[in-house]
């Protein structure tokens, strides 16, 4: 297994345009999360799922974010109707059922820029 | 509403001194504190976590102090070498009724450590 993977690396897109980002998370986690990033910040946790089930989901995720895990594998966000403001880095990672003793496993994450 | 702050935006320190990174939490629920490393064009790493009901974690060169009283914990990272060169963030989350799951973590805006040769 080679860890989190995350595609694109890079997503430059015209405002207005929808995204799709895909997380493959290590096999063996059931537990699977997405966080943005931009300049200066930590990163800011928008939602997480269990296997399929989406568990919680941020303020942040406005309606024009979705994230979906069929079969607890995978998962994708997309973001419709892009704005500059969601220039940023986007983060996915993943862990055994929420146990936190050695922490997530993160992707290097898609990094989207708006134009 | 910050609830995690990490004050010192840069530091700077010299190879095989001592580097202390600083972490700040306001919501008392938090009962697990971890710290990731961060490269450019990499995703966070996981370096060393604490329980709320510890004050004290060592692993090799990472030592991670928590003062529950104070909200405040912190990095020790003895000695400092070039490749700790990174941005640090400090991370917290807080577990279900029975102490046994954590879900999302919220982490502070990360401290810009240099260590020079």
């Known amino acids: 297994d080679t860890g989190v993977s995350q595609n694109p690396r890079h997503k430059i897109t015209k405002r207005g345009q929808n995204v799709t980002f895909r997380c493959d998370p290590i096999s063996e986690h059931n537990r699977l999360y997405w966080y943005r990033q931009t300049l200066g910040q930590g990163p800011e946790f928008l939602t997480y799922?269990?296997?399929?089930?989406?568990?919680?989901k941020s303020r942040l995720l406005s309606d024009r974010f979705s994230a979906e895990r069929p079969k607890g594998s995978f998962s994708t966000l997309e973001i419709q109707r892009t704005e500059q403001g969601d220039s940023a880095m986007y983060l996915c990672a993943s862990s055994p059922s929420g146990l936190a003793n050695y922490g997530y496993t993160f992707g290097s994450g898609t990094r989207l820029t708006v134009v | 509403d910050q609830q995690v702050k990490q004050n010192s935006p840069s530091l700077s320190v010299q190879e095989g001194r001592i580097s202390i990174l600083n972490c700040d939490y306001t919501?008392?629920?938090?009962?697990?504190f971890l710290w990731y490393k961060k490269y450019p064009a990499e995703g966070p790493t996981f370096l060393i976590s604490i329980s709320s009901i510890k004050d004290k974690n060592e692993d090799g060169r990472f030592t991670v102090f928590l003062n529950k009283s104070a909200k405040h914990l912190s990095l020790h990272i003895v000695p400092s070498q070039p490749g700790d060169s990174a941005v640090y963030f400090c991370a917290a989350s807080f577990s279900n009724a029975g102490g046994t799951s954590y879900g999302k973590l919220t982490f502070g805006q990360g401290t810009i450590l240099t260590v020079h040769p």
């Open positions: 799922f269990q296997n399929e089930a989406q568990l919680e």
């Open positions: 919501n008392s629920m938090f009962d697990y």
